[in-house]
């Protein structure tokens, strides 16, 4: 796990202080990687890496930027976990290796295979690889954007690197995309590789971009497709996923230092850390986050539960009101961007606990994206089921659970009717892709606190259809619709701030759920064996059901990492966040009336999300835009920059 950046000039030629630029990214990256540096530079000049390292796998040998005798380098963020199996393969086929690391192997892979390597590798990933044989950059990232990579093109010059941070130097102004702000303000996060910054790319999951010849290029190598397998039982498909679970936790234990677990208490990590358990060489750690001041944050007792289970060391993290004032400003440096999920919050601090003792640790994302885990999916489909039997067609393939068999599973929704109300006012029975966008829309919360005249005539909608009407995903299901849709947004989101709250420690942050084998056998599991009767991730609780405590497989109350937030703003943190918001900085901000957001503080819901989105977009623009100079002065003067 490291962090990556490079430079190259497109049309070959030498780029200026192409050393002191690499310096400056590196510095600005070297948090990711506190073990080891490098950089290389092409003997013309005009292409060049910086490699900031955490030792996981061959800690001794796996200095980078690598090179090989053809000419070849590389800087890579990752981990390819069947590495050791790929390199037989390739010492079979006559390669021969210095080193016993994972870059080495993908190098060489590269070497063999060419970008028909991507295919091979089963992990996490995001690199830079110059061909010298082809004279071709190649940056790539993974299937599902569990490692980050960000580019921006200024004038003929080239940038990548894994975070936004490192690119800001070299931007003509620090700006705020107005179409990326628009898709912030509506899905909390951006579309089809937008970024909330003016001219700054994110390269997209299962994408790479080649830079050859002066063009540069960006095309998908790898799709997710919802190909449904009418031909197996649930019990084949229960089967299939435990022997893949166990394969990809196993895998996900590789390692030449000790290998920790997050856990929430809720399934997925749960389950992840249950079976870790079972594999790990040596006694397992896991961490988990409680607010104890307030119990109906404290998710705790479930985390001791699973722990208990499984004799696993637990350790406890108390997190309170000065853990958040004095902490945020580092969250939004380290995220990049603003968030309107405050979950990243706790995840730093816990994040930090589980750094101090170790440096690689697993997590439970995707599971709720991959097997349906969002109470929002009930909502919608309940709405679908009812037009269906009014209509009479609930027999026509489109549906693949009647309102009869639903209604036990209703009682999930005792908490989400203020949401129904809302869900319901207009549109009833619309088109899915209308409803499922109101359902996900916040925009329409706003009132008055941003002035969107401002921000032109794009519409978010419009990036919405085209995601959730994939080809690659069958009309038939709505439930696969809207599940992919969250795959290929709200999951790379939830990844991002996974990667950058662990990697701000030094920390690398393992996925196992989101081993690609498993997520394409979901794909291919017909909705109404993931979805039978309405139970939200029905086919994955089957399985679990053999590795996690009963109490955990019925949780009914399950809320992702609750914060006490709403608590906090109306009364010990209300001072922080006035002062925030009623700096002059921010009541002059064009586009955002922060007067406004101010005033509607004591307003919020419990778990309302505006106000704090809106805070953290303040926050965002006090930490980067407001430093302009500060980064444009790091070509010019030796210093380092500070969250």
Excluded at 254 to 267: K, M
Excluded at 291 to 297: K, M, P, V, W
Excluded at 591 to 617: H, P
């Amino acid at each position: 796990m490291c962090g990556i950046a490079g430079v190259i000039d497109v049309t070959g030629a030498p780029v200026p202080d192409l050393g002191r630029r690499l310096a400056v990214m590196g510095e600005l990256l070297a948090h990711r990687g506190p073990d080891d540096s490098g950089t290389w530079e092409h003997p013309r000049g005009h292409i060049g890496f910086v490699h900031q390292r955490l030792s996981i796998i061959d800690v001794e040998h796996g200095h980078q930027p690598m090179g090989d005798e053809a000419g070849r380098w590389i800087t890579y963020n990752g981990e390819v976990y069947n590495y050791p199996e790929l390199q037989r393969e390739l010492e079979g086929a006559g390669e021969r290796f210095r080193t016993r690391c994972d870059t080495e192997v993908l190098l060489r892979a590269h070497g063999r295979w060419g970008a028909g390597a991507l295919d091979r590798f089963r992990g996490m990933f995001a690199y830079g690889l110059w061909d010298e044989v082809a004279d071709e950059l190649i940056c790539a990232r993974d299937r599902f954007g569990i490692k980050p990579l960000y580019y921006a093109q200024v004038g003929q010059v080239l940038y990548f690197a894994s975070e936004v941070k490192a690119l800001l130097p070299f931007l003509a102004r620090i700006e705020i995309d107005p179409e990326g702000l628009k898709d912030y303000l509506a899905f909390q996060l951006t579309l089809a590789g937008k970024t909330l910054f003016r001219d700054v790319h994110e390269l997209l999951p299962g994408h790479l971009l080649t830079v050859r010849r002066g063009v540069v290029q960006v095309r998908r190598y790898w799709e997710i497709y919802y190909d449904i397998d009418w031909d197996h039982t649930q019990g084949y498909f229960e089967q299939a996923i435990e022997r893949l679970l166990h394969d990809s936790v196993r895998l996900h234990l590789r390692s030449d230092v000790p290998v920790a677990a997050y856990l929430s208490g809720g399934l997925d990590s749960s389950t992840v850390t249950a079976l870790a358990s079972l594999y790990s060489e040596a006694p397992l750690r896991a961490y988990t986050g409680k607010f104890s001041e307030d119990g109906r944050y404290d998710e705790s007792a479930y985390a001791r539960l699973l722990a208990a289970d499984c004799g696993v060391e637990l350790h406890e993290v108390d997190i309170g009101v000065e853990d958040f004032v004095s902490s945020l400003d580092r969250v939004i440096y380290h995220l990049d961007y603003p968030v309107a999920g405050p979950g990243s919050f706790p995840q730093f601090v816990v994040s930090a606990a589980a750094a101090r003792d170790g440096k690689v640790i697993l997590g439970g994302q995707g599971g709720d994206e991959i097997f349906g885990g969002y109470t929002r999916y009930l909502l919608a489909y309940f709405e679908q089921c009812i037009k269906a039997a009014i209509d009479g067609t609930s027999g026509d393939g489109n549906f693949v659970v009647t309102y009869e068999s639903i209604i036990p599973n209703l009682r999930a929704l005792e908490n989400y009717k203020p949401l129904l109300q809302h869900l319901w006012r207009d549109g009833v029975f619309d088109d899915l892709d209308a409803r499922y966008f109101r359902l996900v829309n916040r925009a329409g919360e706003l009132s008055g606190e941003v002035r969107l005249e401002l921000l032109g005539d794009y519409s978010p909608f419009e990036s919405f259809q085209a995601i959730f009407n994939g080809t690659n995903v069958g009309h038939e299901s709505y439930f696969d619709k809207m599940t992919h849709f969250d795959f290929k947004t709200l999951l790379p989101a939830l990844l991002q701030v996974e990667d950058r709250v662990s990697m701000a420690h030094g920390l690398e942050s393992r996925v196992p759920l989101l081993d690609h084998e498993l997520v394409e056998l979901a794909a291919t599991i017909p909705a109404n064996v993931k979805f039978a009767g309405g139970e939200m991730k029905h086919v994955f609780k089957q399985v679990a059901g053999a590795i996690v405590p009963p109490e955990i497989l019925a949780r009914k109350d399950k809320m992702g990492f609750p914060v006490p937030l709403v608590e906090w703003l109306h009364g010990p943190a209300r001072d922080f966040a006035g002062d925030i918001l009623g700096s002059d900085a921010a009541r002059s901000r064009e586009l955002i009336d922060n007067a406004a957001v101010l005033d509607g503080l004591s307003r919020e819901s419990q778990f309302g999300r505006k106000t704090w989105g809106l805070l953290c977009l303040e926050l965002w623009q006090r930490t980067f835009h407001d430093r302009e100079h500060e980064f444009k002065a790091l070509m010019t003067k030796e210093r380092t920059m500070r969250p």
